[in-house]
């Protein structure tokens, strides 16, 4: 309860032949009040455009003593790959070793609201790699990254939040030249011709209503907006959000609305420019604690204008550029989930639910559709719960219909699971029953027969054994198939796994009664 010292630890061995790096991460994250450490491999979260959950072999450190934090960190995050040992493997490409740290400093404070700088740099050492001899160059990066967050509540019911973030990312150290649109202040040695800087943008504003709200947000992110802290970034695009949400009738029912509009080709230099207008709504009608009901609706629209490659090609005749693609996707979905108490006491609990859902995705060009699927799923469900034994069943129907430029596949699948623990819920058994039909136009093309079974054991509190099979039957018909007789297969795949959860020590144990840590 003083020193929390979690550790991880996963191997993972996938064979002599280099495919691709193992998967062998050692981690530790000891903390005490208001310091936490993080060694080994490991990931930081400062912000969605700076560093987001990138892995790294390093270490960190959160101080959090009061209205004020720090944080940061320091550590490698890619490995040097030689090109010599990627003779038999063109799916890898040859790396730098890039190393990378970077710091969080913040205030949350009531009067002053929650404000912060985030700093991350990124470098790939040039000397890292023994030979050249590749058919591409290998193109060394830096990155220099910097966000700066606030969220302050203005008066009692407005509050605001906001980030802006800069990262200026160098794509080749070796490149030769400058960006003369770089300002004089950040010409360093390490920037060249390859440099450049980018922005991302991202405002709110909410204005409380009673126990509801309306918020409108803002985002902006440049084309080829990325830094060296994240693995992937929506970029090139621009979008504004206006939100509600309110309850009603005493609470019993919650109306949630949301509605957007977003666009790409910030630069205009793209051929095409894609508009998409997002609007989702949900309402929770709960009257009593026995009966729950929620409805679900978004409708996603996408506009695509495409400029011809006759508007670069041929400019003397005008009337060529008319010609312009005007193309639209439309996809709604509609969800119901119902869920109702049938009766509940101290002996056993009974409930009954039910969802339902339809999905509908079409392609129209010049008013026109082109392409059109519809999506139906129902399941209802029966669940039966005995309250001093744990001992549960669930009987369950799902039915399924997809529908693909007019033709028609159907699912229908029943389902029957039972559980119950043993010798005071140290042994926890499990074993469910499940069969697929498939009808394809109308005519069954099969089936799946699924059965499955666990059991999870723990002995001492530390040790735990778990057990689990699964045994599947396959039959196709020789309709819906190019076969001219019934296929069928077998498949059993058994599992057993055991896991120790070790605790060294007890700083508890060892105090003296009245004794405090400082």
Same mark, same amino acid.
């Given at each position: ?59 960190? @450190? ?42 969080? @400093?913040? *205030? ?7 404000? $912060? ?56 150290? %070796? ?5 003369? $649109? ?14 450049? *800087? ?69 630069? %205009? ?19 009593? %604690? ?47 989930? *119902? ?64 529908? *693909? ?65 699964? @045994? ?47």
């Amino acid at each position: 309860g003083f020193i929390n010292a979690p550790f991880n630890f996963m191997y993972s061995n996938l064979g002599n032949q280099y495919t691709q790096p193992t998967f062998n991460q050692t981690s530790i994250h000891p903390n005490y009040k208001w310091v936490s450490t993080h060694f080994g491999t490991i990931a930081c979260n400062y912000s969605p455009y700076t560093v987001s959950g990138h892995l790294f072999r390093g270490a960190a @450190i959160d101080l959090t003593p009061g209205k004020f934090f720090f944080s940061t960190f320091y550590g490698q995050f890619q490995k040097a790959i030689n090109p010599e040992n990627l003779i038999n493997n063109n799916n890898i490409i040859p790396t730098y070793k890039r190393m990378g740290g970077g710091c969080k @400093i913040g *205030i949350n404070d009531a009067k002053v609201g929650q404000w $912060a700088l985030v700093l991350f740099s990124a470098k790939d050492q040039i000397n890292s790699l023994q030979s050249y001899a590749i058919q591409e160059p290998i193109e060394a990066k830096q990155n220099w990254t910097s966000s700066l967050q606030m969220q302050k509540t203005l008066i009692k019911k407005l509050s605001v939040n906001a980030e802006i973030s800069y990262s200026m990312l160098t794509e080749n150290l %070796k490149a030769n030249g400058e960006n003369t $649109a770089l300002p004089s202040l950040l010409k360093f040695k390490t920037t060249n011709s390859s440099t450049s *800087i980018r922005q991302a943008i991202k405002t709110g504003v909410a204005y409380a209503i009673g126990k509801g709200n309306i918020n409108v947000a803002y985002q902006r992110v440049d084309p080829f907006y990325k830094t060296l802290g994240a693995y992937y970034f929506n970029n090139d695009l621009e979008n504004i959000t206006l939100g509600f949400s309110a309850p009603f009738a005493k609470q019993k029912i919650i109306i949630t609305a949301n509605a957007g509009l977003q666009h790409d080709n910030l630069s %205009k230099t793209k051929l095409s420019t894609l508009s998409r207008f997002a609007g989702n709504g949900n309402i929770s009608f709960r009257p009593n %604690k026995k009966f729950n009901l929620n409805l679900s609706y978004s409708n996603f629209l996408s506009y695509t204008n495409l400029r011809p490659f006759t508007d670069y090609q041929n400019q003397i005749n005008p009337y060529l550029a008319w010609d312009t693609l005007n193309f639209r996707q439309i996809s709604q979905n509609i969800s119901a989930n *119902i869920f109702y108490i049938l009766h509940s006491d101290t002996c056993f609990i009974s409930t009954l639910s039910h969802t339902l859902t339809y999905q509908v995705a079409a392609d129209q060009q010049h008013e026109k559709t082109i392409n059109s699927n519809a999506f139906y799923n129902a399941n209802i469900s029966y669940a039966y719960n005995r309250v001093k034994s744990g001992q549960t069943i669930v009987v369950s129907l799902n039915a399924g219909q997809t529908s *693909i430029n007019n033709a028609q596949l159907v699912n229908i699948c029943p389902l029957i699971s039972i559980s119950k623990p043993f010798f005071q819920k140290k042994l926890r058994p499990g074993l469910s029953l499940s069969y697929t039909n498939a009808y394809y136009q109308k005519t069954n093309s099969g089936g799946v027969m699924n059965m499955r079974g666990m059991a999870n054991y723990t002995a001492h509190k530390v040790h735990n054994f778990s057990f689990s099979f699964l @045994i599947l039957n396959r039959r196709d018909s020789p309709t819906t198939s190019l076969y001219t007789h019934t296929l069928r297969s077998n498949e059993t795949t058994v599992s057993l796994a055991y896991s120790v959860n070790m605790e060294f020590f007890d700083i508890k144990k060892k105090l003296k009664p009245n004794t405090t840590i400082n």
